[in-house]
């Protein structure tokens, strides 16, 4: 099931390079015109991003910002709304997994498990993108958590053949809406069925020395992420 979203991910998408994101509603969207309140508060959540340290208060109200936007369906930043369309320039789900990923270690990772459960149900590909990129920040403290949860690792793996797509390094790594997204004049697709183990380790080398502690985990994502790639071909 992952290789065709995969495989799909990079052809059915208009190609788009734009600072600001346009998403089409089927109806104006009123809401994101009159929720004055809702933009302050997703405002508190980016200063806070842009913080150098970020402290277990910050991550608090962060998480309290997030539930409430979350239930009130403002999941993205609208900049503007004309003619039943959407300018929006960031995701909920990423400025708050990038504000755990600057914080601590373990209350990062604790937190934004928080946020993947409470979420728990919805589509949006960018919770597990970001997963993976929380993995690569604090690999050990994200395979304690995860254990044997086979859904949590479907999403990491899901993450990690998105994310690694174009290799180790993800050069649209800063991006949001990447799920939305096919640049013009993109890198080449790197990641197949000969190199993903290789780049699996490359983009997590703490993972070489701690392979027999974590083998279970790290079998099951590096196989399945082989097994479809292999039928996307």
Aim: hydrophobic share 35%; glycine share 4%; proline share 2%.
């Amino acid at each position: 099931m992952l290789a065709k979203i995969v495989k799909q991910k990079h052809s059915i998408m208009t190609k788009i390079n734009l600072t600001f994101i346009l998403i089409t509603t089927l109806t104006i969207n009123l809401f994101g015109q009159q929720c004055d309140s809702c933009k302050k508060e997703f405002d508190k959540l980016l200063m806070i991003k842009e913080k150098s340290i970020i402290n277990q208060n910050d991550l608090e109200i962060s998480w309290q910002i997030s539930q409430k936007l979350y239930n009130l369906k403002y999941t993205d930043y609208i900049d503007s709304v004309a003619n039943g369309m959407e300018y929006v320039s960031h995701s909920l789900t990423k400025t708050f997994s990038e504000i755990c990923i600057k914080s601590d270690e373990k209350l990062g990772v604790d937190y934004y498990f928080k946020y993947l459960i409470f979420t728990s149900g919805s589509a949006e590909e960018e919770r597990s993108f970001a997963l993976e990129r929380l993995f690569v920040k604090y690999p050990e403290n994200v395979l304690n958590k995860i254990g044997k949860d086979y859904d949590f690792l479907d999403q990491l793996t899901w993450g990690f053949l998105n994310n690694r797509y174009y290799g180790a390094i993800n050069p649209f790594e800063g991006n949001d809406y990447t799920a939305m997204t096919v640049y013009e004049n993109e890198p080449k697709p790197v990641l197949n069925m000969d190199n993903c183990k290789s780049i699996f380790f490359e983009t997590n080398p703490i993972m070489i020395t701690k392979y027999n502690e974590y083998k279970y985990q790290i079998d099951y994502i590096i196989n399945t992420a082989i097994e479809s790639l292999k039928e996307s071909e």
